[in-house]
């Protein structure tokens, strides 16, 4: 059982340039979301996704996109990199969003514009 | 505003110590509280704590809620080198988490 999978694990971008991020997870889940992860801040919210077709901005949407056309995966886009976006990034997903259900991160993506 | 401030940012202590963790809240719709464990990658759930002093145990780790009092402590019991990690505590709020910055805890034997 895969869990939540994030690709790629590591990634170099130049200002300017965009990407995007994946995510995909295998348990069925409708909820999904991405955070950014910072020194000394808490995980920020970026995008969520509470089933195929839905998405809503979280707490730091600007400068990234997200889709969810199917219900396993969860991509991220960053349209134009700039060096604030420099951050480790991480997927998770849990059953619904109105379960208490303790959400599965998948293993980060560790970003630098340069 | 929503948050949640955890205590202390940092932690060292030898092996075989007990230590207890902190994290204070104010939010506006309390729901839920978690606990993970960040080691190198992901975040690995540890508790969801919903109820006032209902004690959450695992092994060494156990953790409590005091709604009145807005806070939750995590205690680790007779450290050991692979407890060290970062701590994170986060608050189901509205229905969504609101995170803490995490309380970085370094385990020497």
């Known amino acids: 059982n895969a869990g939540v999978t994030q690709t790629p694990k590591f990634q170099v971008l130049k200002t300017g340039q965009s990407m995007t991020l994946q995510c995909a997870q295998d348990?069925?889940?409708?909820?999904m979301s991405w955070y950014r992860q910072d020194p000394g801040m808490g995980l920020r919210l970026i995008h969520y996704?509470?089933?195929?077709?839905?998405?809503d901005q979280g707490e730091v949407p600007n400068g990234y996109n997200v889709s969810r056309s199917t219900t396993e995966d969860f991509p991220l886009r960053l349209l134009s990199a700039a060096p604030s976006q420099t951050s480790v990034y991480f997927c998770?997903?849990?059953?619904?969003?109105?379960?208490?259900?303790?959400?599965?991160f998948g293993d980060g993506t560790r970003l630098s514009i340069l | 505003e929503d948050k949640v401030v955890q205590s202390p940012l940092s932690l060292v202590v030898h092996e075989g110590d007990t230590v207890t963790l902190n994290c204070s809240y104010e939010?506006?719709?309390?729901?839920?509280l978690l606990w993970y464990k960040q080691e190198k990658k992901a975040p690995t759930f540890l508790f969801m704590l919903?109820?006032s002093g209902i004690e959450k145990k695992s092994g060494r780790l156990s953790s409590i809620l005091d709604k009145k009092e807005l806070f939750s402590i995590l205690n680790i019991t007779a450290t050991q080198t692979g407890d060290s990690a970062v701590y994170l505590c986060?608050?189901?709020?509205?229905?969504?988490?609101?995170w803490g910055a995490g309380t970085k805890l370094i385990i020497k034997p």
């Open positions: 998770a997903s849990s059953y619904n969003r109105y379960s208490n259900q303790p959400q599965h």
């Open positions: 919903t109820s």
């Open positions: 939010v506006t719709n309390f729901r839920s």
């Open positions: 996704s509470v089933g195929a077709g839905i998405t």
């Open positions: 348990m069925n889940h409708e909820y």
């Open positions: 986060a608050v189901d709020s509205n229905y969504q988490l609101i």
